[in-house]
């Protein structure tokens, strides 16, 4: 089992998630985060003085995939949230030693 972490741009949040939803994910936590890369930050001026926004708005996608299912899930992210521009995201794949649904007790695969 493995645990997909991807941060994307906050317009293409309902793209990534409809396309997910095409290829079987069973489940997505979806967190408003803020944060910066090699976008950095940018300046902005509001009330005649300018100041610079360091934290970037971001989404985070959590997502849970049997090992079998990882690469497509990675295909899917990387095709429906890249725009070529700086800023697009990135993904982090984790091992997951165990997961546990409360409700049923169910362990690893079935509990996903």
């Known amino acids: 089992m493995k645990k ?4 994307i741009k906050p317009f293409k ?3 990534v998630k409809d396309q997910l939803n095409e290829k079987g994910a069973l489940g997505i936590t979806v967190t408003e ?3 910066y890369g090699r976008q950095k930050g940018h300046t902005e001026l509001y009330r ?3 100041y610079t926004v360091d934290f970037l708005p971001k989404i985070k996608l ?3 995939v049997k090992d079998d299912q990882l690469e497509e899930i990675i295909q899917v992210i990387m095709q429906a949230a890249q725009t070529g521009k700086i800023g697009d995201g990135k993904i982090f794949v984790t091992d997951l030693l165990d997961v546990i649904r409360i409700r049923t007790e169910e362990r690893g695969d079935d509990a996903i």
């Open 13 to 15: 949040l309902d793209e």
């Open 4 to 7: 997909i972490e991807a941060i």
């Open 62 to 64: 959590e997502i849970l």
């Open 33 to 35: 985060v803020k944060g």
């Open 48 to 50: 005649g003085a300018e």
